[in-house]
């Protein structure tokens, strides 16, 4: 009895060993790789914001997904339990990103400044959703590993007025591609790790309450922003993508709620972005002068 414990015991100090060997910390490494292949800098700026950020994630998340997200100086590449998460700043001046994730190569980018600029001018006005923000945004690309597919860079517009994205034409539907369903997909698994906090009574709720109050709050003001930018424009309630792979916010954030929250006010709420996008640019086909002009035919007596 007393021999088969011992032999435990060294089969558990040769894992240890080994794992000891293999595991080397090589963060500062891969970071410095992944930056200069991406032309991008390091962001000191958020440090202390960041640890805190990642201890309430990885509380949350960790018994649910056995996955761990870590800064350099803790993290090892032959962990596969642990995902390296690198803030950046952009070199160029046009780069408009707020986070990335790497599947393969378990890292996430994320641009703290940006998010921050995000929050503070252009949808709460208040520096206290800075970190429920970098919250929802780290849990929507921990989605992304669980549904190991990599999303494009997870842009959020800049809101200057264009928080409706590009206002091509209200004649021609915009559906929600593959592509996109991914990213509400990852929308949604960052919210069901949020409610299962409730459900597990995990004894760190930090999450739980952080994205409970901003989500609601999100939403209410960008509709409210949305209003106003637009005031007395025509086609207020369609929805433009910011680009090919991301739907817009305001209706992420919808949909983030109502996974919250699912009332029947945000069901049917939803309902009408969806009809907005594209069953009424065809109805508005049938009206629009442009296209109705050229399907007006005369009769060859046409003195009427
Ligand atoms: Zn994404």
């Known amino acids: ?16 060993a080994c794992n000891g060997n293999v595991a080397k910390i090589d963060g500062k490494e891969v970071e410095n790789a992944v930056l200069t292949a991406n032309d991008l800098s ?40 642990q995902i390296l998460v690198i803030p950046f700043s952009p070199n160029g001046k046009n780069f408009k990103s707020s986070a990335y994730s790497n599947i393969k190569s378990r890292y996430i980018l994320i641009n703290p400044g940006y998010i921050k600029e995000f929050a503070m001018k252009n949808t709460l006005n208040d520096a206290t959703s800075v ?9 929507h690309e921990i989605g992304h590993f669980i549904l190991q597919r990599t999303g494009a860079f997870d842009a959020i517009n800049d809101g200057d007025s264009t928080q409706l994205g590009e206002q091509q034409s ?10 996109k369903k991914v990213e509400l997909e990852a929308d949604s698994l960052a919210i069901v790790m949020v409610r299962k906090q409730k ?5 760190c709720l930090n999450v739980e309450f952080n994205i409970e109050l901003l989500v609601p709050a999100m939403q209410f003001q960008m509709s409210g922003k949305r209003m106003i930018d637009n005031f007395g424009a025509s ?29 029947a006010t945000l069901k049917g709420l939803i309902d009408d972005y969806i009809y907005n996008r594209t069953v009424r640019p065809v109805h508005n086909q049938l009206l629009d002068p442009r296209i109705y002009q050229g399907l007006e035919k005369h009769l060859p007596d ?3």
């Open 170 to 179: 209200n004649l021609e539907p915009e559906f929600i591609t593959s592509e």
């Open 302 to 304: 046409d003195s009427i």
């Open 235 to 263: 086609d207020i309630g369609f929805l433009h993508d910011p680009n090919s792979s991301h739907p817009n916010m305001e209706l992420r954030i919808t949909f983030m709620n109502y996974f919250l929250y699912p009332t």
């Open 42 to 81: 390091k962001d000191y700026s958020f440090e202390s914001m960041l640890d805190s950020v990642i201890e309430d994630v990885n509380c949350a998340v960790f018994p649910i997904v056995n996955k761990k997200i870590v800064f350099q100086d803790k993290y090892a590449s032959m962990d596969t339990s």
């Open 1 to 16: 009895m007393r021999q088969n414990w011992i032999v435990s015991l060294i089969a558990i100090w040769m894992i240890i």
């Open 199 to 203: 459900v597990n009574k995990y004894d």
């Open 131 to 139: 970190k429920p923000l970098l919250e929802l945004m780290i849990l």
